[in-house]
């Protein structure tokens, strides 16, 4: 005998009831969404190109800048005098530049003065030197700089004295005498003034100078071994405008130094950040490269400014500077509550 099936009655209520309650669901979703949504404060940033780059490469892929509640883009420059005009235009809120570009804005001896340059100020530490002294397939040595011109951003700021002073103490060639110079802006600007022949040698940032090395080009020094540590570049700020939004300043700080701790804690997630932000990039240049952030020189551990490093950076420029001047206190030029702040947050969590 077939037992009949009876089929539940469901009205137009009980039908309509789930529906409502799913509905509601995906209503709260949304809800919730737009609210984080609202809560991502924008801000834009300017740099250099370069692996210096990594530890914001890292909090924009990883969400560290997304957890501290900001929205932040990124925009590359092609020379220090367009970017700190533009910076100081309000264009950017937060900017990564040479350190040495800091003292020489705020002391009046950038190669364009700018107004409103005194109130610039360094509060973190991108890297403590990575570049290198990279020269025309043809020259050999630094002695055979001479007689030539070589390549820098500006000419009296940027890593330009840490050439200059290269230049005086492996070959004992004098500035403006021994070579010419030419101002043309950022590493890749000074790849083509060495490709067009227009220049013989450069200080050029990583991994361009591992890629210019493939092609035949000479790496004369690492800078740093050559100099000792030094700042190299900087986070800066505006103080007046960090004073004003200390709450997002010290957002942006936590999530750059969460950024560099991951590039030392990580190695295999900051090679595939590497990878996605360098094309072409091999695995045996991933790891080369990888040992160059984290080595001598490399990214700043914690984003840390280094005293040390800023003295190197000041006593460069009070030999090489026109006119010649003696540079303040490292106070003047960094504050690093931000940055201090920011690591004892992390500890005490």
Do not use: C
């Not at 009876?6 to 137009?12: A, D, E, R, V």
């Not at 950017?92 to 001896?109: L, R």
């Not at 050559?226 to 986070?235: D, K």
Request: glycine content about 8%.
């Amino acid at each position: 005998m077939l037992r009949k099936t009876i089929k539940p009655n469901l009205t137009k209520s009980t039908q309509t009831k789930p529906r409502l309650m799913m509905a509601g669901v995906a209503f709260a979703a949304l809800a919730v969404s737009a609210s984080a949504a609202a809560a991502q404060t924008h801000y834009d940033m300017i740099s250099f190109g370069g692996a210096s780059n990594t530890p914001v490469w890292v909090a924009q892929s990883k969400g560290f800048f997304k957890k501290e509640g900001l929205d932040m883009s990124f925009t590359t420059t092609r020379s220090s005098k367009k970017e700190i005009a533009d910076f100081l235009a309000g264009k950017y809120q937060f900017m990564t530049t040479a350190f040495d570009n800091i003292v020489a804005y705020i002391e009046g001896q950038g190669d364009v003065k700018q107004a409103g340059a005194g109130d610039l100020v360094a509060i973190m530490g991108v890297h403590e030197g990575m570049n290198s002294v990279v020269a025309r397939p043809e020259i050999k040595s630094f002695a055979d700089i001479k007689g030539h011109p070589i390549a820098v951003d500006a000419v009296r700021s940027g890593y330009a004295t840490v050439l200059y002073e290269i230049l005086d103490n492996k070959a004992g060639l004098k500035f403006d005498k021994d070579y010419s110079v030419i101002a043309v802006g950022s590493t890749s600007a000074r790849m083509e003034a060495m490709e067009q022949n227009k220049a013989v040698a450069a200080i050029i940032n990583t991994p361009t100078d591992m890629e210019a090395q493939k092609k035949g080009y000479k790496i004369l020094a690492d800078a740093t071994e050559a100099v000792g540590a030094y700042q190299g570049s900087a986070y800066v700020v505006s103080r007046k405008w960090a004073k004003a939004h200390e709450k997002d300043v010290m957002a942006y700080t936590r999530a750059v130094v969460a950024g560099h701790d991951y590039v030392y804690n990580n190695k295999a997630g900051t090679i595939e950040v590497l990878k996605a932000h360098i094309k072409g990039l091999s695995d045996a240049d991933a790891e080369r490269l990888y040992t160059r952030l984290t080595g001598p020189g490399g990214i700043s551990k914690h984003a840390a400014i280094s005293i040390p490093g800023v003295e190197k950076v000041l006593a460069l420029r009070d030999e090489w500077s026109v006119p010649k001047t003696k540079s303040g206190k490292p106070q003047k030029y960094i504050d690093t509550s931000y940055q201090e702040k920011a690591v004892a947050q992390e500890k005490t969590k």
